[in-house]
């Protein structure tokens, strides 16, 4: 008489848990990254003016950017600390803690005096609050990635962890939405008031993101691993540099495919409204607006294909394609023609982007072992989408004293996406895995020292 097979964790999950994981992933992550990203409109189009010297409106748009950087240099320093936090305790109170954390940070920008009140204090109150919100964020993804890929069943661990990134996604959407009346205010009453209504309605995302995340259980995974005596890592960070650090510097590489985001949400917008282009305000946050619908379809889609063909050929889509991809788009901004810019900015962001980050979820998590999975995920990740902050700084450089040199800053995203090809192209196949053999066939064991029991 044979004896049944032990069940994995996927398998032993409730019913409907792993459909409850992935809206809980995504309308925390919708609801934190709204707070993430209206930063970014805000960094664009007001804080030049806001919190910067006007009288050299390069230099203050340069530093305005700049500011959007500093939350993902921040980024690695939280990766550090709540990757440790969320392995040892679990994933569901680093979703909480985050979440609380960016809600608090982003309501405090909106309460900030300005340059004309206090000075250069503004701009640096304006920075202590970016970090926090960076600090936030590098915690953030890297735990909902982890409680949706953990719950999710083995043959869908594509379509499941996807619901992350298109919750970031309907973010950002939401965040496009909530500016548009607020960009069509008179100037005066835009740069009294107005711009500071979406930071404020943070504190509505902090509550409803809290009710939704608090109820959710901690990933069978981590429970199994605590219950069946294998206790949890000690030091997630040794064991990551031990047995992981390859994965963990091919994570850091592919990463680098969010300076696409970063390039065509910030710096892209304040081109198109620069004097070089002249474009509406207006019309370039529907660009966005209806890029991020599309993605917002395009994201399940790839993640599903990737679940039949699997990680490496959809990521390596994304990133390749979005290469070529960002000259169009920007090409077509440089024209001044509506039609064009809406046409390729929903290729470019809302198809072709969407490969990649669709499936990095489940790329990156797939590469470790269920007890250093969100340190693993949340440090490699941080690192990179550090560049990628700061290659919106780097781009208003390189695109000259005028900021029109759209071509150069075409090339260097171009570059950018060169190394999450070549991290693709290295990285093993891990679609057919079992979830509880994740990061286990190049991983040694922890030594006894290295685990404390559950």
């Known amino acids: 008489m044979s004896v049944p097979a032990a069940p994995t964790p996927a398998d032993a999950a409730p019913p409907g848990q792993p459909r409850k994981a992935a809206a809980a992933a995504w309308i925390g992550s919708a609801l934190e990254y709204y707070d993430f990203f209206i930063y970014g409109s805000a960094a664009a189009l007001i804080f030049p003016q806001v919190f910067f010297d006007e009288s050299d409106p390069a230099t203050a ?84 990635n982890s409680m949706t890929l953990e719950h999710a069943p083995p043959h869908r661990r594509g379509f499941f962890t996807s619901f992350t990134l298109s919750g970031t996604q309907g973010g950002q959407l939401l965040a496009t939405l909530v500016f548009l009346p607020v960009a069509a205010l008179p100037e005066e009453h835009l740069l009294s008031w107005g711009w500071r209504v979406p930071f404020w309605m943070s504190v509505a995302v902090a509550v409803v993101g809290f009710v939704i995340r608090r ?13 069946a005596g294998e206790g949890v890592v000690k030091m997630p960070l040794a064991v990551l540099a031990r047995d992981h650090w390859a994965d963990v510097l091919r994570v850091v590489a592919a990463a680098l495919i969010a300076s696409v985001s970063t390039i065509f949400t910030v710096w892209a917008l304040a081109y198109a409204t620069s004097d070089a282009v002249g474009m509406s305000r207006t019309a370039m ?60 900015g929903i290729v470019a962001f809302g198809i072709v982007y969407s490969a990649a980050n669709g499936v990095w979820p489940a ?28 290659a919106v700084t780097f781009a208003a450089r390189i695109a000259g004293p005028g900021g029109d040199d759209w071509f150069a800053v075409a090339l260097f995203t171009a570059a950018l996406c060169v190394p999450p090809v070549v991290a693709a192209l290295t990285a093993r196949e891990t679609h057919r895995v079992p979830t509880e053999e994740l990061g286990e066939r190049t991983a040694r064991e922890p030594a006894p020292r290295e685990t404390v029991d559950a």
């Open 215 to 227: 109820k959710l259980d901690e990933t069978p995974a981590f429970v199994a691993q605590r219950a």
């Open 61 to 144: 748009t340069l530093l305005s950017l700049a500011t959007f950087g500093v939350a993902y240099a921040a980024r690695p320093v939280g990766a550090l600390f709540l990757g440790h936090v969320g392995d040892r305790l679990g994933r569901k109170k680093i979703m909480v803690f985050t979440l609380m954390l960016m809600g608090v940070s982003t309501f405090l920008i909106g309460c900030l005096p300005t340059r004309d009140q206090v000075g250069t204090l503004a701009p640096t109150l304006l920075v202590l609050c970016r970090v926090l919100q960076g600090i936030s964020a590098a915690g953030e993804q890297a735990s909902a």
């Open 363 to 390: 790329f990156y998590g797939e590469m470790f072992s269920t007890r250093v999975r969100l340190s693993g995920v949340a440090i490699g990740t941080q690192i990179g989408f550090a560049v990628a902050g700061f």
């Open 285 to 344: 946050l529907w660009v966005g607006a209806l890029a991020n619908v599309v993605a917002l379809g395009a994201i399940p889609l790839w993640a599903m294909l990737s679940d039949r063909v699997g990680r490496r050929p959809v990521f390596l889509i994304g990133a390749a394609g979005s290469a070529g991809a960002m000259f169009l788009y920007l090409w077509s901004i440089s024209t001044g023609s509506y039609a064009l810019t809406f046409l390729l």
